[in-house]
């Protein structure tokens, strides 16, 4: 581990957030950037040299890396399904970032580099059945990665791939499967399913309405993986040995209808589902196959759906009710 400055970028997001609490708890120096105005970032924390620069520049990054030891790259333009597949030269500009950070990283000897990857990567064939068969690492190739997003990913991580193989930059890559939590998007059109069943279900249970709506029929199914398990993963996998891209996600699969029961479980109503047929849904099916980081480094999800569900539920009900009395104020 190097004493020197740990940078994080995307660190006004949901992710790059709790890495840069979590690397400051730790005693770190660390300089989280992004792009975004500090007043949109999730955690802006003393005692961190936060900057708000666009680092699909190749002189911010440049900047950025300055004196820096470890790097952290979890910026990109990204967001739910109804956001990727509607933004798809948007999403693919990240590849600007990740391009410029390694170079960076490299001219500037940063001592180690991490590239947030997604379970997007994996060809569509393998995802067409709602009984899923877990996705092995394997499974990126023959490639037919996510259109836009997934492809930009694909492309990043054989970049950190062959500047490893080519220039002898330490890089390591982890492939998310959805990860949720508090501290992060649950509104505005960028929120992934767990947040936008809370927030629905919260709205529904403020209006007294009786119904929510559920995009595709709700028989697709996913794993999620809580924050803090993922912080966990990525540290053990930037000290790893291990070079190809590995999964990092939850195996407890669960259908988009279930993960809505279980939200109002856990506000206490019921809601009748009110399936939209022609809203992005993404991939039929789709699990982590987690027999590499378990025979690796040991690691497996520390908690369970329901529980972390809700602590991200009591957290958006929060935020939900500071917007909301802020308007009628
Ligand atoms: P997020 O949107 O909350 O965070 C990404 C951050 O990157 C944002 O704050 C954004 O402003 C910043 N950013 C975008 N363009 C930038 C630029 N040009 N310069 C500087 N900053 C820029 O998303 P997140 O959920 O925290 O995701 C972090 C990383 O993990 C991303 O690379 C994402 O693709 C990947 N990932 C996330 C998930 C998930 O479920 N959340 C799943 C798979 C992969």
Redesign the pocket.
């Known amino acids: 581990m190097s004493s020197k400055k740990i940078l994080v ?2 660190g ?5 957030g709790h890495l840069v609490a979590h690397l400051k708890e730790q005693g770190h120096d660390v300089r989280s ?4 105005p500090f007043d949109q970032w999730y955690q802006v924390l003393d005692g961190v040299d936060n900057v708000v ?4 520049d190749r002189k911010n990054c440049q900047d950025a890396c300055d004196g820096v030891g470890d790097v952290y790259n ?6 739910g399904m109804g956001f990727i597949e509607n933004n798809k030269a948007l999403c693919m500009l ?1 590849v600007l ?1 990740n391009t410029h950070l390694l170079q960076a990283a490299q001219e500037q000897k940063c001592d180690r580099f991490f590239y ?5 990567v994996y060809n569509a064939d393998k995802q067409v059945s709602e009984d899923v068969v877990p996705l092995k690492e394997e499974d990126a190739y023959p490639a037919m990665p996510e259109d836009g997003y997934g492809w930009e ?1 694909l492309f990043s991580e054989r970049m950190c791939r062959h500047f490893r193989e080519d220039y002898g930059l330490y890089t390591r890559v982890a492939r ?5 939590g508090p501290l ?2 649950w509104d505005g059109g ?1 929120e ?1 399913a767990p947040a936008a069943m809370c927030r629905k279900v919260i709205a529904a249970k403020a209006n007294g309405e009786t119904e929510m709506e559920i995009w595709g029929d709700g028989h697709q199914t996913r794993s999620f993986m809580y924050i803090d398990d993922c912080i966990k993963g990525i540290r053990m996998i930037m000290d790893s040995d291990i070079l190809e891209p590995i999964n990092l996600g939850s195996d407890e699969l669960i259908t988009i209808n279930g993960l809505a029961e279980m939200v109002q479980v856990i506000a206490g109503i019921k809601l009748k589902h009110n399936h939209n047929l022609s809203a992005p849904k993404g991939v039929n099916g789709r699990n982590s196959d987690n027999t590499l980081i378990d025979k690796y480094l040991g690691w497996a999800p520390g908690i369970k759906l329901r529980e972390g569900m809700e602590l991200t539920y009591k957290w958006i009900e929060e935020e939900y009710n500071k917007k909301h009395a802020a308007a009628t104020a």
């Open positions: 970028a995307g006004g997001g949901f992710i790059g950037v992004d792009i975004k620069a666009d680092l699909k979890l910026a990109a333009d990204m967001g990240s970032i947030a990857s997604s379970a997007c990913k998310f499967h959805n990860v949720y992060g998007t960028r992934k």
